[in-house]
């Protein structure tokens, strides 16, 4: 499957409890995005990566919230102290660049107990 | 920042009628347009995307019109078919490239639903 890869597909965790995701984007797609979809709602744009460097933050749903793209490949979310309110799913997409189409991943579903 | 709406919530039609979803988008400097299909369970994929610089965009029994001036797109379906029947979600980004740092902003889908 060469499309954008996300894991755990599934996360239950405890509130106050740390926790992280991993998105593979499509190789060589440049641009990287975290979205989070709540039921019923479009997803929500949190952060955007050119190559390794986070060129949009301001839109993390709070300071709990932090993404890397160390090497400019593969990205990791981490939600620290979650929250019964962070139960949702996950979506990252990656493209190409310029006039490039986003193509999403599978998500990971985040239940906080 | 930008503000998109999406009519109907739930659209139902008969297998083979057209069904047709409304957006309008608030931040003027938009110019990217994007429609995903979402079925249960699956990640969101585009059917078809537009840019401001066009008025309508045909692929098929899907095509996308745009209003510049009155700030609406809708997505046409024709000779509705079983599996078409999914939440579809328009898009907006005012960065032409397709998203950058504004991301894209949705709306909150529509139901489609395909009676036979």
């Known amino acids: 499957d060469t499309g954008v890869s996300q894991n755990p597909r599934h996360k239950i965790t405890k509130r106050g409890q740390n926790v992280t995701f991993r998105c593979d984007p499509i190789s060589e797609h440049n641009r990287l995005y975290w979205y989070r979809q709540t039921l019923g709602q479009g997803p929500e744009f949190l952060t955007y990566f050119q190559n390794e460097a986070q060129l949009e933050k301001s839109r993390l749903l709070s300071d709990r919230f932090s993404a890397e793209r160390p090497k400019g490949s593969f990205s990791t979310l981490e939600i620290q102290r979650t929250e019964q309110g962070d139960s949702a799913m996950y979506l990252c997409?990656?493209?190409?660049?310029?006039?490039?189409?986003?193509?999403f991943g599978p998500g990971t579903r985040l239940t906080v107990l | 920042g930008e503000n998109v709406e999406q009519h109907p919530s739930t659209l139902s039609v008969q297998e083979g009628d057209s069904a047709v979803i409304k957006c309008t988008y608030s931040?003027?400097?938009?110019?990217?347009f994007p429609w995903y299909k979402q079925e249960l369970g699956k990640r969101p994929q585009l059917i078809i995307d537009?840019?401001?610089?066009?008025g309508e965009k045909k692929d098929q029994r899907i095509a996308v019109t745009l209003n510049k001036t009155a700030k609406h797109f809708s997505l046409h379906i024709t000779e509705t078919q079983p599996e078409d029947s999914a939440v579809y979600f328009c898009?907006?980004?005012?960065?032409?490239?397709?998203?950058?740092?504004?991301?894209?902003?949705f709306g909150k889908g529509t139901h489609l639903i395909i009676q036979p």
């Open positions: 931040d003027s400097a938009s110019n990217y």
């Open positions: 997409a990656s493209s190409l660049g310029l006039l490039d189409t986003q193509y």
């Open positions: 537009i840019r401001s610089n066009v």
């Open positions: 898009a907006a980004s005012p960065d032409p490239s397709g998203g950058g740092a504004d991301g894209l902003t």
